[in-house]
């Protein structure tokens, strides 16, 4: 099995940043995509952005020259970096991998969420 670890989020006034960080651990071959999405209160998940393990990004437009997503790949772990900071970015930060087992098996896997409040 497969566990997601994060950590980094917290309260922050508008114009700041946090940097978030998901670690994953247990039976992996290989980590393909990794990403972050988040949800807020009275609103479904979306994507804020994703990585491959090639390092080819994808960002919301509503995140785009604001956060930056990088990886370790060496150690399992991806980072949010989130500069200048919204009250509408609060929500619920949740990191997703899709990892290939040793028996080639792929799944996707997700953590336990982080919160994020903005205050304004």
């Known amino acids: 099995q497969v566990q997601l670890v994060e950590s980094g989020g917290g309260l922050v006034q508008a114009g700041g940043s946090l940097r978030l960080s998901c670690a994953a651990s247990g039976s992996i071959f290989r980590i393909n995509v990794m990403g972050w999405y988040r949800q807020a209160p009275g609103k479904q998940r979306e994507l804020v952005a994703t990585?491959?393990?090639?390092?080819?990004?994808i960002y919301a437009d509503s995140v785009k020259g604001r956060f930056t997503i990088s990886r370790d790949n060496a150690k399992n772990t991806v980072y949010l970096q989130m500069n200048s900071l919204e009250p509408e970015d609060t929500a619920v930060y949740t990191c997703n991998a899709e990892i290939t087992h040793f028996n080639t098996n792929t799944q996707y896997y997700w953590g336990q969420g982080t919160q994020v409040t903005v205050s304004s």
């Open positions: 990585i491959t393990s090639s390092r080819i990004t």
